[in-house]
């Protein structure tokens, strides 16, 4: 059972353990017994995070309104936020994405990540809130899902803990 969890679930290699009154199930952390699992999960960690980098510096182009001239005004207008919020959300975001990818500054990447989450699951909650359709809402559910999955994947050297 565990070895097909780890094959359909590559994203979720650390321990969960789920209880209910009736059912046990521990998920072990297989990336400390298998060395290409704990390869590949780098691997996605990388990639996951050199997007999350890459998209933190071309949303800012677009937050100082110097790639598509206007159109995340109009969005924002839409949204109903004062277009000045680009301003502030574009500096934020530029300082988040080398924060990302730089070694050490482990409490500024937490504090990173808690950024970049919250922009993208405030803007599922504004499209929600003003009755935006589905597609308005693909892509801060998949840069949500990126910024998660970069996150949840660190290795220990990158996470903040109490005692560093």
């Known amino acids: 059972m565990q070895k097909i969890f780890a094959l359909c679930c590559p994203i979720l290699y650390c321990p969960v353990v789920m209880q209910t009154k ?11 017994h298998d060395p290409k699992i704990s390869k590949a999960r780098l691997i996605i960690y990388w990639v996951l995070t050199g997007y999350l980098a890459f ?16 159109y995340a005004i109009g969005i924002m207008q839409h949204l109903g936020f004062p277009s000045y919020f680009l301003i502030i959300k574009g500096v934020c975001t530029l300082l988040a994405a080398p924060v990302f990818v730089l070694p050490g500054k482990r409490l500024l990447k937490e504090w990173a990540y808690f950024g970049t989450f919250m922009i993208y699951a405030g803007a599922i909650a504004s499209h929600l809130a003003i009755g935006d359709g589905f597609k ?5 559910i998949v840069f949500l899902l990126i910024t998660i999955g970069s996150w949840a994947l660190r290795p220990d050297s990158r996470k903040f803990n109490i005692s560093n």
């Open 22 to 32: 009736s059912l046990k199930i521990l998920i072990m952390n297989h990336s400390a």
């Open 55 to 70: 998209e933190s510096i071309f949303s800012t182009t677009w937050d100082f309104n110097w790639l598509n001239k206007g």
């Open 136 to 140: 308005m809402l693909i892509a801060p």
